[in-house]
């Protein structure tokens, strides 16, 4: 299945060759059917799939096809409400790229900032409107905004926002939306409350389910250290000291612990940024940026302010901490690996984290390979399970990821030649 077969503009088409994307995804090749027909979908996919074209490109079209249609000022035709900054950016990007050829016009609103530009972009008229929820509601209620030609409407990373607090400004967005649209409604899980807020706003729709297993199996590279959490920087600082020149996404629990990691890695000379939310707007996109031009090679980062990045070329993720919520590993591992690319994830446990580690290996439905012995093992970080009897994991090499484990070099990685769980306390080196 290619893009044209799916039957888009050729606007459109042509600009998606630039980006070189040359295959639809899975979930592009299963919703923009969908989306082209007017329906709407609830999406349960997480980032990384493809998912921001896949509803990305079936508006643009709509939009390109109705543009002469349209009276002479631009007014806001379609919007799209996501949870952070970062991401409301990302998404304003890949529209201005896949649109680049329909001369339709986007703007990014997001709170953390003052309104003026925001403001003065919305007077200027523009066709897509990109938006987190607090400021939109903010603009709404000061007049800014105006729904009264909104034709699509999507809801992104819905549990995140749920996570983070957005329920009621999200229902009093919905509450405000023209009745006749298309509505999409995103979500990478479906508790029980997103199931509750889709129904309200979805007519009658079609459901794509891409399933987070098919991320971390297939193309993400997986391996677990045991280790004690006064370890835990030393570890980092070992494993980033062997690979100079990889981009690497660190992940901490609290924001507090991602100041503390970027403090210990400056003090073995090794120069990183956190992004979380004490951070300044401006402080964040800097640490951004600088990370996707390859000027800082390690970023640190909380769950919420790195849901949803996208940098090309992320040689690693690792999650210094594991998170309590099995699906956020998911998401996190998501960031490596992306599109058609392989990508390697290393997590460290300590013995406080063994639970969430037994959720997260249910979740995925697979064992996260026992990396070898390392030299900052101790007593405190052998590993209980072993005993257990192997789950196969993945064993690196068995697919396209080989080289790409080669290329990252970790030591040990490519020992790691049997599929079965390694056992390392053998009874000579215990007492
Ligand atoms: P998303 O899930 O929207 O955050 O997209 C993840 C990444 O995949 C982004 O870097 C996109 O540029 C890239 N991408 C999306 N669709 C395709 C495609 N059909 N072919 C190649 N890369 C893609």
Redesign the pocket.
């Known amino acids: 299945m290619t893009f044209k077969e799916l039957g888009i503009a050729e606007p459109i088409l042509k600009a998606l060759e630039a980006?070189?994307?040359?295959?639809?995804?899975p979930i592009?090749e299963q919703s923009i059917p969908i989306l082209l027909k007017g329906k709407d979908l609830l999406g349960v996919a997480q980032?990384?799939?493809?998912?921001?074209?896949a509803f990305g490109i079936p508006i643009l079209h709509h939009l390109y096809e109705g543009i002469s249609l349209s009276q002479s000022k631009r007014k806001v035709k379609a919007l799209v409400v996501t949870p952070t900054r970062e991401l409301a950016i990302?998404i304003g990007e890949?529209f201005t790229a896949y649109g680049k050829h329909t001369g339709l016009r986007n703007t990014v609103i997001f709170g953390g900032v003052k309104q003026g530009k925001q403001v003065s972009a919305l007077r200027g008229g523009v066709d897509i409107l990109i938006a987190t929820p607090g400021r939109l509601l903010d603009l709404m209620n000061q007049g800014f905004i105006s729904f009264r030609d909104l034709q699509h409407v999507v809801l992104d990373e819905a549990d995140q926002m749920l996570d983070m607090g957005f329920i009621h400004d999200i229902k009093k967005i919905i509450a405000k939306l023209p009745p006749k649209r298309q509505s999409l409604f995103f979500s990478a899980t479906m508790p029980k409350d997103i199931v509750e807020l889709s129904r309200k706003m979805l007519g009658d729709f079609e459901r794509v389910t891409i399933k987070p297993e098919q991320a971390t199996a297939e193309k993400v590279e997986q391996g677990v250290y045991f280790i004690s959490k006064g370890n835990k920087p030393k570890l980092l600082v070992h494993l980033l000291e062997q690979q100079p020149q990889a981009s690497v996404l660190v992940f901490s629990r609290t924001k507090h612990g991602a100041n503390k990691i970027v403090k210990k890695l400056a003090q073995a000379d090794i120069r990183s940024a956190a992004i979380h939310g004490n951070k300044s707007q401006t402080a964040r996109q800097k640490a951004l940026g600088d990370f996707k031009d390859g000027k800082l090679k390690v970023l640190v980062a909380t769950d919420i302010a790195a849901r949803?990045i996208?940098v090309?070329d992320l040689s690693l993720v690792v999650n210094y901490d594991l998170p309590n919520v099995s699906e956020t590993y998911v998401h996190r591992i998501g960031r490596t690996g992306?599109?058609?690319a392989s990508g390697t994830a290393l997590s460290f446990c300590d013995k406080e984290e063994r639970a969430y580690l037994r959720d997260i290996e249910k979740l995925i439905k697979q064992a996260v390979p026992r990396m070898p012995e390392h030299q900052f093992m101790d007593e405190d970080t052998k590993d209980d399970d072993d005993e257990r009897p192997a789950r196969s994991p993945r064993g690196p090499g068995k697919s396209g990821n080989k080289n790409r484990a080669g290329g990252n070099n970790f030591r040990g990685k490519n020992n790691r030649n049997t599929s079965k769980p390694k056992k390392r306390n053998d009874s000579s080196s215990r007492n």
Not at 19 to 25: L, N
């Open positions: 980006e070189g994307y040359t295959h639809p995804t592009q980032t990384g799939t493809g998912k921001t074209a990302q890949s949803g996208d090309e992306r599109a058609s």
